[in-house]
T-cell receptor, first 113, second 115 residues
Framework: DQQVKQNSPSLSVQEGRISILNCDYT??????FLWYKKYPAEGPTFLIS?????DKNEDGRFTVFLNKSAKHLSLHIVPSQPGDSAVYFC????????????FGQGTTLQVKP | DSGVTQTPKHLITATGQRVTLRCSPR?????VYWYQQSLDQGLQFLIQ???????AKGNILERFSAQQFPDLHSELNLSSLELGDSALYFC??????????????FGSGTRLTVV
């Protein structure tokens, strides 16, 4: 049962354009959502997060949008840079007094110069 | 360097064998999480320890076990290995380890290959 889904395995965009990565979830108990970025041969690194009480969180070039009614979140990167090329994972946390995160399968972003 | 140390970085072993993966959390972090990433899969949560005690369990096979020691380092033991156990195993740590503590720090992983 995949509770967090990233339906696009890959995405290719031109440098300077917007990258939009999507994520859907099924568990209504999730109350916190995060995006991680992973380069080859490294562990994932935290990028940005959003609480379920908000619908938008912005940090520099990165913005995460949350649509609770649709159980959908997206990560916008504007403008995209070649250094953004990586695998992006969305993750969700439930109100269960643990810190465990449920991850999606990841989307590989390629930003072309 | 994220501050989370995983050893070894690579491990090649035969089916039926047993291996131990080690994780040293970031200084000050009490909670350790283990995740498995198989080919084309997301990170699958295996198990969480907080200050030496098991706190949450995911889809961890009975052949796998883990523990967290008094110095807070953790070990993941994989036994009776099968070809399908070949994967990247990540350890992550966080300060508190409850639902109010988000954004782990991951190690760089151990790549296990079972032949």
């Amino acid at each position: 049962d995949q509770q967090v889904k990233q339906n696009s395995p890959s995405l290719s965009v031109q440098e300077g354009r917007i990258s939009i990565l999507n994520c859907d979830y099924t568990n209504s108990m999730f109350d916190y959502f995060l995006w991680y970025k992973k380069y080859p041969a490294e562990g994932p690194t935290f990028l940005i997060s959003i609480s379920s009480i908000k619908d938008k969180n912005e940090d520099g070039r990165f913005t995460v949008f949350l649509n609770k009614s649709a159980k959908h979140l997206s990560l916008h990167i504007v403008p995209s840079q070649p250094g953004d090329s990586a695998v992006y994972f969305c993750a969700a946390s439930a109100r269960d007094n643990t810190g465990k995160l449920i991850f999606g399968q990841g989307t590989t972003l390629q930003v072309k110069p | 360097d994220s501050g989370v140390t995983q050893t070894p970085k690579h491990l090649i072993t035969a089916t039926g064998q047993r291996v131990t993966l080690r994780c040293s959390p970031r200084s000050g972090d009490l909670s350790v999480y283990w995740y498995q990433q198989s080919l084309d899969q997301g990170l699958q949560f295996l198990i969480q320890y907080y200050n030496g005690e098991e706190r949450a369990k995911g889809n961890i096979l009975e052949r796998f076990s883990a523990q967290q020691f008094p110095d807070l380092h953790s070990e993941l033991n994989l036994s009776s290995l099968e070809l399908g156990d070949s994967a990247l195993y990540f350890c992550a740590s966080s300060v508190v380890g409850t639902g109010n503590d988000y954004g782990y720090t991951f190690g760089s992983g151990t790549r296990l290959t079972v032949v």
